[in-house]
C-alpha cells in the first residue's frame, strides 16, 4: 500500500562481501549505456566501490584522460608452450607422442658416458647458437630406477652434493607431490626408457632457469624445422648456477608441471592448454612442493609485484590474454583461488586434477571445473584481490588464505590490488578482455554517494557495493 515499506532478498551468484553492502550485484552494462549507483546515508570517510568484468570481451567506459597502453613484457619460459602448438600444427598427431608409440631403440644410460643433447635454437629463445650447431656433450653422473642426471660438459669440476640433492628432491619432494595434484607423465619417452632425464647446464640463455618443451617427446625428425632438435625422451632441463634453493627446486616442479600437463592432454583429446592457465597450474606446482613464495622463493613474490603494477597501471592486465613476465603473478593467484580447500573442490588436489585431466582448455576448462559461468568466478576472484581477506577461516571469503597480497616476503613488498580513486572527474577505463577493475569513492556525508558507469564499448557487469553498517 501507498507509504510502506518492503524488505526483500535478491539471490545473487557471488556473495556481497561480508559487513558491506550493495546498491546493484551485478548490473548488465550493455555497450553505450548508463549505468548509476546511488548510495544513500553513507558516514564521510566511508567507501562505495564498483567492480567491472568484462567477459569474454573487452570494454572501454567513462567513470566520473585517456591513456596509453604500455608494452608488452615478453618471456621466454612461456614461449615454449607456444612452439608446441607450432610442432603439432605441422605434425599430424600420430607422429608426435602417444600412448601406443612404438619406442625408438636407443641406448639406456650409463655413468659416466657422454652424449650429446640439442638446446633448443626454434624462436632463438633458449639459445642464439643455430641448427645444427646448437648441441652440447653432458655425462651422466647419476642414475637410479626414477633419474638419469646430466651435467654439462663444459662445467668442470660439477658438485656431487648438487647432484645427489637434485635427484632426491625430485624423487622424494617434486615428482610424488606434481603426480599427487597433476596427474602422471609418460610412462616413457620415445626412446623406450622411462627414467627422466634432468640435464644440469649453463648453456641456455640468462635468465631461462628451466625448460620442458614438448618436441622433445617425439622422435626426432631431421626433415622438420622443431622435431630436428627433439633430444627423444623425457626431459627437463635446468640452470645449473643458481644460488636460491627455492629457485632451482621451484623451477623443477614448475617444468615438471608442463611436462604431466601436456602428457594429460594428449591423453584427453590432444588439445594444449592455454598458456596462462598452464603457466598458473606450473606456478601452483612450485608451492605445493614446498618452494613458494610462501616458503622463500623470491621469484615469485617479484612476479606478484610485477603483475600487481601492472594490474593497477592505467592499462590494467587480462588474465587470459598472455603477456609474458607480468602476468606470471595473476595466473599464479588465480589457480591458487580456484584450488582452494572447500572453495571449488574439498581439497586442493581435487580442482588441480580436474584441470589437468579434462579435455578442456583454457576459460571452458575452468568453468566445467567450478560449475559456474567465468565471469563469475572472475568476479569472486577480483574481490578476493581488491579485499584481500587472507586471514578468514572462511574458505569461500574474499582472499588467498594465508597469502598477504600486500605483505612482505623475502625482500618484496607487495603494493596490493589497490581500487582506481574516482572523483567528479571524468576517467576513461580500457578494461580488457577476462580484465576486472575495481573503482572506489570515499564519501563526503552527503546525502547520496553516487558511482556513474557511461559509455561502454561492449557490454559488461558492474558489482557495486559499499561500506553502509
Known sequence: TNGSVYRFTVVTPVPIPSSH?????????????????????????????????????????????????????????????????????????????????????????????????????????ATDTAYPNNVISATCVGLTSKTAIYVDDAITSPSNTLVTEVRKRFEEVIQPAVNDYF???????????????????????????????????????????????????????????????????????????????????????????????????????????????????QNTALLIELSQERFNSAAPLSLTNWTGLDSYGLSYLFVRFLAQENRYGTTYREVTRALVSSSKTGTANVAAVTGEAFDVTLAKWGLSLYLNRYLSTNSKDYGLAGLNLSGTYSGVTLPGFRPQVITTSQATIKLPANGVRCCERTSTGAGSTNIEVTSPTGAMKLWFFDQRP
Open 21 to 125: 553492502r550493495s546498491s546493484g550485484f551485478p548490473v548488465q552494462a550493455d555497450a553505450g549505456t548508463s549505468v548509476k549507483s546511488e548510495v544513500p546515508s553513507l558516514s564521510s570517510g566511508s567507501k562505495s566501490y564498483v567492480l567491472a568484468v568484462a567477459s569474454p570481451n573487452s570494454s572501454d567506459f567513462n567513470i566520473q584522460a585517456s591513456r596509453d597502453a604500455q608494452p608488452v613484457i615478453t618471456d621466454p619460459g612461456s614461449a615454449f608452450r607456444e612452439f608446441e602448438r607450432m610442432a603439432a600444427e605441422r605434425t599430424p598427431v600420430d607422429m608426435l607422442i602417444s600412448a601406443a608409440i612404438e619406442p625408438l631403440p636407443q641406448a639406456s644410460p650409463q655413468v659416466g658416458v657422454s652424449e650429446n643433447f640439442y638446446i633448443p635454437a626454434y624462436g632463438s629463445v
Open 183 to 297: 596427474g602422471q607423465e609418460p610412462a616413457q619417452g620415445p626412446d623406450g626408457e622411462s627414467r627422466i632425464t634432468i640435464l644440469l647446464t649453463d648453456s641456455m640463455k640468462n635468465g631461462i632457469l628451466g625448460i620442458f618443451y614438448g618436441v622433445d617427446l617425439s622422435a626426432r625428425n631431421p626433415a622438420d624445422i622443431q622435431l630436428r632438435e627433439s633430444n627423444g625422451r623425457k626431459m627437463l632441463y635446468v640452470t645449473y648456477t643458481e644460488d636460491n634453493d627455492a629457485t632451482r627446486y621451484g623451477t623443477m616442479a614448475h617444468e615438471f608441471q608442463h611436462m604431466v600437463n601436456y602428457w594429460q592432454k594428449r591423453l584427453s583429446g590432444g588439445t594444449y592448454e592455454a598458456t596462462w592457465l598452464n603457466e598458473g597450474l606450473s606456478k601452483f606446482a612450485e608451492e605445493v612442493c614446498g618452494y613458494g613464495v610462501l616458503q622463500g622463493d
